[in-house]
């Protein structure tokens, strides 16, 4: 079935820093692929995503292209937030459901 | 803006006593998972949904949790007897098939 490997965490980075989270999958077919973010005491919410090849979704400054080639959907953004501290999930879509990554903790210190 | 509703929000029992939780989903959408979060194991599916109908309960421990949608509007998680290791933050999520999922806000279960 389908899986996915996501970065370990925590992430620690400076305010501004440039931030990338990697994410790599095995799927049958053609999986649409998702970010979803976790803020302290909440549930997950869509951060992004893209649904075909070379296909890259935004929002909130972040950035991922569905890269088929090399199974991956890193997520990027240029300059972070202090608010952006949180856990990252990547999953692709597999057999009716997502398979969700084990989370990667972002730390973002001013 | 039309969200996932879950009830009650924090809930503490002592073991072997009976825990439901519930779920409102988003009106139109057909399809409802259960999840389980802790820091040891993650983010866990328990079991889905769709048109109402079971999908797929085999991250559930049978013996003692159940899932049920009564209706469209109404999904139920029981655990009937509750143990320690049934601590955890458990999600609802709703959403159109494979589409995006909508999460609630979770119940977080502490079983004394």
């Known amino acids: 079935g389908n899986s996915v490997t996501q ?3 925590p992430v620690t980075l400076s305010e501004e820093a440039f931030l990338t989270i990697n994410c790599t999958y095995t799927a049958t077919g053609y999986p649409s692929l998702f970010w979803y973010v976790q803020y302290p ?3 997950l919410q869509l951060l992004l995503k893209a649904t075909k090849a070379d296909d ?9 292209t569905y890269r088929k080639e090399t199974t991956s959907f890193h997520l990027e953004k240029g300059s972070v937030q202090v608010s952006d501290s949180a856990v990252y999930f990547c999953a692709p879509t597999g057999a009716d459901k997502l398979i969700f990554g084990t989370g990667t903790r972002l730390q973002v210190f001013p | 803006d039309a969200r996932v509703t879950q009830t009650p929000r924090h809930k503490v029992t002592e073991m072997g006593q009976e825990v439901t939780m519930r779920c409102q989903p988003i ?9 389980r979060q802790t820091m040891m194991q993650g983010l866990e599916l328990l079991a889905y949904f769709r048109n109402r109908a079971p999908l797929d309960d ?13 209706d469209a509007t109404l999904a139920t998680l029981k655990i009937q007897p509750s143990e320690p290791r049934d601590s955890a933050v458990y999600f609802c999520a709703s959403g159109r098939a494979t589409d995006t999922q909508y999460f609630g806000p979770g119940t977080r279960l502490t079983v004394l």
């Open chain 1, 7 to 9: 970065m370990e965490g």
């Open chain 2, 27 to 35: 009106l139109g959408h057909n399809t409802v998972f259960w999840y």
């Open chain 1, 56 to 64: 890259k979704g935004s929002n909130k400054g972040f950035e991922a």
């Open chain 2, 58 to 70: 085999s991250g559930m421990p049978k013996d003692r949790f159940s899932a049920e949608m009564p």
């Open chain 1, 41 to 43: 005491g909440e549930g």
